[in-house]
């Protein structure tokens, strides 16, 4: 049988999937360069010694001494850790597992991290797009009114791309007004960054919180695409019915129980702490230059700010520097650097004094 061409699918797809628009990642884009600070990636590279050994064998569903170390990590019970294939499949599980396809919907705060709304909408799931001021300013009785019956309610904390944070007072306050069946969702992929704003304490006190987490950013292991979903004996019980049989290879499995290594820990904090103090550097370079418009004070290891041209980005571009462009707030000249090494902020700061020099602003 010939592969089906594209313009042959109408007649197979759900009219939902023929509408997706897939989520377009930092890497998915056919990008040159030689400074790549678009992704969010830690600048720190591991050297990592694997074994081939029982290769041959299936692993563990759920590899205890991962799940045991995390735990201890979160400081949450061992039975309230599920691993996952990064954040994003808890992200999708917590959607197949409770919301019903074509009637439920999940609440979201614009703009934020694209694929709530691509799990969602992949699995036939309305969208509630409320926004990022709501989240920040509204009463939580006019939050609850606004998010009305969504049955998931997504909260990423630290914010991608705007770094904002929601007090985890507030986080407690909207969960406890909420109705029992809405789960809300913390996705703490930065966390590390800002950590006294964990809500891993809520989930002892409070059933219907979930919070998200990840290797990628502060453990340096965007890589091994490992994630864990942290809630309530219920809710995981629920997500395990869902979830593929082996999600976590054993060789992802070895390298993640290596990296919560209390010594590896105590490298991963002293790591956030240089990036936190190079986001500072950076920040105030931007603050001081006459062609950025607005910078946005947040947390997470990256900078949002807004250019006065759209033109300065492609001078980035053709520095070979690699940053990544938003949309934002109807405005296309918004920019989201990643927190590098020393070594690739100093090519930010070349940029900074490229485009300083150099008013652009007549070619957009």
């Known amino acids: 049988m010939s592969d089906v061409k594209p313009n042959q699918t109408s007649g197979l797809l759900p009219e939902y999937i023929a509408q997706l628009t897939a989520y377009s990642s930092a890497k998915s884009e056919k990008l040159t360069g030689s400074t790549w600070l678009n992704a969010n990636e830690n600048p720190y590279a591991k050297n990592i010694t694997i074994s081939a050994d029982d290769l041959n064998r299936y692993p563990e569903p759920q590899p205890e001494n991962v799940i045991f170390r995390y735990a201890n990590y979160a400081q949450v019970n061992t039975n309230q850790v599920l691993m996952t294939r990064g954040a994003d499949e808890g992200i999708e599980l917590l959607i197949r597992t409770f919301c019903e396809p074509g009637k439920d919907s999940i609440a979201l705060f614009l703009p934020t991290y694209g694929m709530y709304k691509v799990s969602a909408q992949s699995h036939n799931i309305g969208l509630n797009a409320l926004s990022q001021l709501d989240l920040q300013s509204d009463s939580i009785a006019q939050l609850v009114e606004k998010i009305g019956d969504s049955k998931?309610?997504?909260?990423?904390?630290?914010?991608?791309?705007?770094?904002?944070?929601?007090?985890?007072?507030?986080?407690?306050?909207?969960?406890?007004?909420?109705?029992?069946?809405?789960?809300?969702?913390?996705?703490?992929?930065?966390?590390?960054?800002?950590?006294?704003?964990?809500?891993?304490?809520?989930?002892?006190?409070?059933?219907?919180?979930?919070?998200?987490?990840?290797?990628?950013?502060?453990?340096?292991?965007?890589?091994?695409?490992c994630g864990f979903t942290l809630a309530s004996t219920t809710i995981l019980a629920a997500m395990k019915k869902v979830i593929a049989p082996y999600p976590v290879s054993t060789v992802v499995a070895t390298i993640a129980k290596n990296a919560l290594e209390n010594d590896a820990i105590t490298s991963m904090r002293r790591q956030v702490n240089i990036l936190n103090k190079l986001k500072c550097e950076l920040t105030d370079w931007l603050d001081t230059s006459p062609q950025v418009e607005q910078v946005l004070s947040g947390s997470g290891n990256f900078v949002t700010l807004k250019l006065t041209s759209a033109a300065y980005i492609q001078v980035a571009s053709e520095m070979g520097l690699i940053m990544r462009p938003f949309n934002l707030f109807e405005s296309d000249t918004w920019l989201r650097i990643s927190i590098g090494s020393n070594s690739e902020l100093a090519q930010v700061k070349i940029w900074l004094d490229t485009i300083n020099n150099n008013n652009l602003s007549s070619k957009r």
């Open 152 to 225: 998931l309610v997504f909260i990423c904390n630290p914010n991608n791309p705007t770094g904002a944070l929601v007090d985890t007072k507030r986080i407690q306050a909207l969960s406890d007004a909420l109705p029992s069946n809405t789960i809300l969702v913390v996705d703490e992929a930065y966390i590390e960054f800002c950590s006294d704003y964990s809500s891993t304490k809520l989930i002892n006190e409070i059933t219907n919180i979930v919070v998200l987490r990840t290797l990628s950013k502060a453990f340096a292991l965007a890589g091994l695409r």
